[in-house]
């Protein structure tokens, strides 16, 4: 019954420390208390005890009560603006586990940059903590519209509208299919562009004007020939057969028509 006679150290884990020195006077101890962290109990509780519960220790060894104050916590890095290794990196160094990773088009960060962090750095939080990632794809790809054989203006607003810019460039061309004014070409034609990217566009001067000759009173067949080599289409209208085979009218001729204008020989 005395101070030194032996005595077995009662269960003590999650009591409140009135309750845990309680517990030890009854039992003949005496105690001291110190803080410590942990992950598991609730601030104020004791975690446990040294010696252990359950050892037998003579009664004027002191009992030393390991007292709960929640879990450590510890700051959380910056990882916007890193790339997504970098990140993990910092992650690993500061101790924390690496959440959902989500992507999102960003115009102004390039692609695998951290543009977000849940929680957000600067918290105290518990080492283990998995920190969700918000990780750019970069700019948002913009098919490029297709704007060929529209007139120049409505070519320029479909263009601004899908977000992109039109140059025009400084020649114009001949076009047979593609009226003056038009747009003839477009470099790119297809595929995709960023934001604010650039469409050069190459404007119709409209068909090429060629001068028609005059056949009349010479062979169709050379008159075809000739016709052709210089672009046009051409219609024989025989007259009682054509049975000479020589022009004895033709339309138009002797002017200028568009390339690809259909030139009609009158044949006999």
Known sequence: ?????????????????????????TAGFQSNTREVFDDDV???????????????IRKFQPVSLAVSKGPELFPLPELTGKSLDEAKTALNGAGMALGNISETFDES???????????????????GTPVDLTVSKGPQPIPVPDVRGQEQGAAVKALEAAGLKAAIA???????????????????????????????????????????????????????????????????DNILGGFFGTVRAQDPVNTSVPEGSVVTLTVV
């Open 1 to 25: 019954m005395g101070p030194g006679s032996p005595g077995t150290i009662p269960q003590l884990a999650n009591r409140t420390v009135a309750e845990a020195q309680q517990l030890l006077r």
């Open 42 to 56: 609730a601030p104020g509780l004791v975690v446990g005890s040294e010696p252990a519960a359950g050892e037998v």
């Open 109 to 127: 960060a390039a692609a695998g940059t951290v543009l977000a962090q849940a929680p957000r750095s600067g918290n105290p939080v518990r080492h």
């Open 170 to 236: 400084p020649e114009t061309v001949y076009d047979r299919q593609v009226p003056k004014g038009a747009v003839a070409a477009q470099d790119p034609a297809s595929g995709n562009l960023t934001k604010g990217g650039s469409v050069t566009l190459i404007i119709s001067k409209g068909p090429k004007l060629v001068q028609v000759p005059s056949f009349i009173g010479k062979q169709a067949s050379e008159a075809q020939k000739a016709l052709e080599e210089l672009g046009f289409k051409v219609k024989i």
